[in-house]
């Protein structure tokens, strides 16, 4: 036997290797399609919900004034703390103002005595003029006084009621039930002394409390079509409305606001309109001059096609989704978007209920490549072991 060439040998070995790995590699099957999470476009009557931007206030504010002369005797209040109406806040030495008031007294009953005895001598004069006995010159004197006299009266009646009412400007009570803040003067200081009323304290209703906000001049419009020539029905409807109070901390109030007014004028400088809005404050959560968000429903839309906002992605300033079609493949689908509802945009062109939208792998997806649409729930799945 001749004997084989060792080179020849590997050669053919070599050959019918690479034979086997295209066998092999003909026979390996194509990949799967791209897993992708979607889900369907829904229908459905939805409320529309707008924000604003609010800062709380109080719906009454007084300042506490001493509106007469004298030294400050005491001030029975405990500072930030609630009154109820007609608490005594501050005192004002009464003395001066009783002896006053005792003096204009005296001065009416004196200016009474002489009125009567000078209407007695009209009295007794007028028979006397009658018959001659005496002129009418004297007659007429006797009137002219009595006259004088009724006027002193009636300026000692004056006087007492001018003192009486100092008298009771000594006492400052709380005019309604409220808040009351710090003293801005102490016990013992000597106030009104200059030609402006001194300011004691502030007083400021709590319970309720307003809100207020600045709604855009476009949403007044919308609101005021609705009902155009119907005064009544928009006013039936605002007050029908419920609105929240989503606080500094992301929390919702627990209680309900109601529609208190609107202003008459827009503030031309920002285009806006001031809305006031009024919440039950019982637990004093709420002081004024805290800020939040005010949230409402002004109108329901009927019907609404809505998708979810994850399913939304915004190219060159246009809205699309990455649609799967019947035949699991990939399209992308131009929308047009108004508000949003919860975690879904409503759409009012480019989807129909039942569209299926990609919502999880779109950064893996490209239009026209096939895909494997799974349903929101395979997210949740444990994964397999």
């Known amino acids: 036997m001749k004997r084989l060439d060792p080179a020849l040998l590997f050669a053919t070995a070599a050959l019918a290797l690479l034979a086997s790995c295209r066998k092999e590699v003909a026979k390996a099957p194509a990949p799967p399609p791209t897993a992708v999470i979607v889900d369907e476009v829904t229908q459905r009557d939805v409320p529309i919900y707008v924000e604003n931007v609010a800062r709380t206030e109080a719906d009454s504010t007084v300042e506490i004034l001493a509106r007469v002369r004298g030294f400050l005797v005491e001030a029975p ?60 010159q004297t007659l007429d004197d006797a009137i002219a006084a009595s006259r004088v006299a009724e006027a002193d009266v009636l300026a000692g009646e004056a006087s007492l009621e001018l003192a009486k009412l100092d008298l009771g400007y000594t006492e400052m009570r709380a005019p309604f039930d409220g808040m009351i803040g710090g003293r801005e003067v102490d016990v013992g200081n000597y106030v009104g002394s200059t030609t402006e009323n001194t300011l004691l304290a502030t007083i400021s209703t709590v319970d309720p409390i307003r809100a207020v906000c600045h709604i855009p001049e476009v949403s007044f419009l919308r609101f005021q079509r609705r009902f155009l020539g119907d005064q009544d029905a928009a ?18 109030y627990e209680h309900k606001g109601r529609f208190a007014f609107v202003d008459r004028t827009l503030d031309a400088r920002a285009g806006t309109l001031k809305l006031v809005v009024s919440f039950p404050n019982p637990g004093l959560l709420l002081r004024p001059g805290q800020f939040g968000r005010i949230r409402v429903a002004p109108e329901e839309r009927k019907g609404a096609i809505l998708v979810p906002q994850k399913a939304v992605v915004t190219i060159q300033s246009a809205r699309a989704v990455m649609l799967v079609t019947a035949d699991n493949k990939v399209e992308q689908r131009p929308i047009v978007t ?38 929101p729930s395979a997210m949740e799945a444990p994964p397999a072991r």
């Open 77 to 136: 209040f405990k500072e930030g703390s609630r009154v109820k109406k007609g608490d005594l806040l501050f005192q004002i030495d009464p003395l001066p103002f009783k002896a006053a008031v005792n003096q204009s007294e005296a001065a009416l009953a004196k200016a009474e005595a002489t009125r009567d005895r000078k209407v007695s001598d009209v009295a007794r004069l007028e028979p006397l003029a009658s018959q001659k006995a005496i002129s009418q």
């Open 235 to 252: 006013d039936r409807h605002g007050e029908a409305l419920e609105f929240e109070l989503i606080l500094t901390d992301g929390t919702t």
């Open 338 to 375: 108004t508000d949003r509802f919860e975690d879904r945009f409503i759409v009012s062109k480019g989807l129909e209920k039942g569209d299926r939208v990609i919502v999880e792998g779109l950064q893996k997806v490209r239009p026209g490549m096939p895909v494997n649409p799974l349903p």
